[in-house]
């Protein structure tokens, strides 16, 4: 009998060391080393963003922090519609156009410059029509032109990252993240000093400028005959736009609720609920961040290899699911703690949405793979149909509800988004698998137990 406890005990290890070894097997794959780069990346980028908003929170008002952080995201928003989709169009050709990828970068980056000046312009011309808050932005000409050139920045940024993701360089992320966020860190305080709200956005937009600078030093060193030029390249740009502006309009769909919710509450609630939401938002949307980074390392390694797909698929959600009932379990149990850093108000007015937020992070890491393989496919018309459902209804009921729940309005209306959207993509799973109902969802989730 001691013999056999002994033994047992004895096997108890080595079941741990084999467990430890195949964890660290699978971690190792390009699909998940990929995805871990840029997860640490977002981890930092939303340690640094929290120290960056508490810092904020103590040098300037509420209101100011409800006006600056609208602004901000207005310039995000505007980076996201200058990329013209170029940045998923260098995912998908990059890794394959040998001598002419430096060209091909170049064309995407110097059409991006174009395209922020001009959305950013547009802009600022319309904002007593859509954006009479945001005024701030037309006092001075000295403004008007930092607004500008922050949004070419951001789409520089933006773009430098899809192309270390397109190369597999996703270590060098990292690299960027630094040299932004702590400019910024660094920033603050002396802007607060000058500038009122403007200060906010000034910060942010000064140091993503030192980033880019940054970045296009990065891609220099790793992407073999790279150098920044001002001149494009249209035998690239040609076969970069196809691809890349049909995903482009999915992607902006996609985006569009967390860059324009802090307008709806801004408008519908005030500016102070405005700073309350921002936080809590963005603590919640970071599980949700997890699986799109995963999804995007999906679109990378199925267009190496799209005869995987279907593997690295289920992989894709088996991890990003893990990841998001891990996430959503602390933050059910911890979420109001965290925003304590930020002061007692943003705790108390932001606890309940980021619960709603993180729980709807389990449907949404099955969504944004499905997403992901969709873009591989070029599936755009079914890509379009779900991020249409998914951000139309998010934005829809939040405008109904805000007025009605306060913040915890945006949560259910992404919670009930992010269900439709799995609904969707189960029915489209399950169509493609033979069989009675039955048989197709015992197939489902024998194949969702395998990956576990």
């Known amino acids: 009998m001691e013999e056999q406890d002994t033994r047992r005990a004895a096997a108890v290890?080595?079941?741990?060391?084999?467990?430890?070894?195949?964890?660290l097997a699978l971690v190792r794959t390009p699909l998940y080393a990929n995805a871990f780069y840029l997860w640490v990346n977002a981890a930092g980028t939303s340690v640094a963003g929290f120290a960056f908003w508490a810092l904020v929170a103590r040098l300037w008002s509420t209101d100011e922090v409800g006006l600056g952080s609208a602004s901000l995201s207005i310039l995000m928003l505007l980076a996201l519609l200058s990329q013209l989709g170029l940045g998923l169009g260098l995912i998908r050709f990059l890794p394959e156009s040998g001598e002419q990828g430096p060209a091909l970068a170049n064309a995407a980056f110097v059409t991006g410059a174009a395209a922020a000046v001009v959305s950013s312009t547009v802009f600022l011309f319309g904002v007593p029509l859509w954006a009479r808050n945001l005024d701030f932005l037309r006092e001075q000409p000295l403004y008007s032109a930092a607004f500008i050139s922050f949004v070419v920045v951001g789409t520089f940024s933006s773009l430098q990252t899809y192309a270390l993701i397109a190369i597999r360089k996703t270590h060098y992320i990292l690299v960027l993240l630094l040299s932004v966020q702590l400019s910024r860190l660094a920033l603050a305080p002396v802007v607060a000093t000058f500038f009122g709200a403007f200060g906010i956005l000034a910060s942010t937009g000064i140091a993503m400028a030192l980033g880019a600078v940054v970045g296009f030093g990065v891609l220099a060193a790793v992407l073999r005959g790279y150098r920044p030029t001002r001149l494009g390249n249209r035998?690239?740009?040609r076969k970069l736009l196809p691809y890349s502006v049909a995903?482009?309009?999915?992607?902006?769909?996609?985006?569009?609720?967390?860059?324009?919710?802090?307008?709806?509450?801004?408008?519908?609630?005030?500016?102070?609920?405005?700073?309350?939401?921002?936080?809590?938002?963005?603590?919640?949307?970071?599980?949700?961040?997890?699986?799109?980074?995963?999804a995007m390392s999906l679109l990378a390694e199925g267009s190496n290899d799209p005869r995987a797909l279907w593997v690295?698929?289920?992989?894709?959600?088996?991890?990003?699911?893990?990841?998001?009932?891990?996430g959503a379990v602390f933050l059910l149990l911890l979420g109001d703690k965290v925003l304590y850093v930020f002061g007692r108000d943003y705790a108390?007015?932001?606890?309940?949405l980021v619960r709603i937020v993180a729980l709807s992070a389990l449907p949404a890491a099955v969504v944004n793979v499905y997403v992901g393989a969709l873009r591989v496919t070029k599936r755009v018309g079914e890509l379009l149909i779900i991020a249409g459902v998914?951000?139309?209804t998010t934005m829809g009921l939040s405008y109904a509800l805000l007025p009605v729940?306060?913040?915890?309005?945006?949560?259910?209306?992404?919670?009930?988004?992010?269900?439709?959207?799995l609904a969707i993509v189960a029915i489209r799973v399950l169509s493609t698998l033979e069989g009675s109902i039955t048989r197709r969802l015992r197939s489902l989730f024998a194949t969702a137990a395998n990956q576990s």
């Open 247 to 294: 995903n482009h309009l999915a992607d902006i769909v996609l985006r569009a609720p967390t860059l324009i919710l802090p307008l709806f509450v801004v408008s519908l609630l005030g500016s102070a609920q405005g700073a309350y939401f921002y936080m809590a938002w963005l603590l919640g949307d970071l599980l949700i961040g997890v699986s799109t980074y995963l």
């Open 348 to 352: 108390t007015e932001g606890a309940t």
């Open 390 to 392: 998914v951000a139309g």
């Open 312 to 326: 690295l698929s289920r992989k894709a959600v088996a991890g990003g699911l893990a990841a998001a009932v891990i």
């Open 13 to 23: 290890p080595a079941d741990v060391a084999d467990s430890s070894s195949r964890l």
């Open 235 to 237: 035998a690239a740009l």
């Open 405 to 421: 729940m306060g913040l915890a309005g945006a949560g259910v209306g992404q919670g009930v988004a992010q269900g439709l959207g």
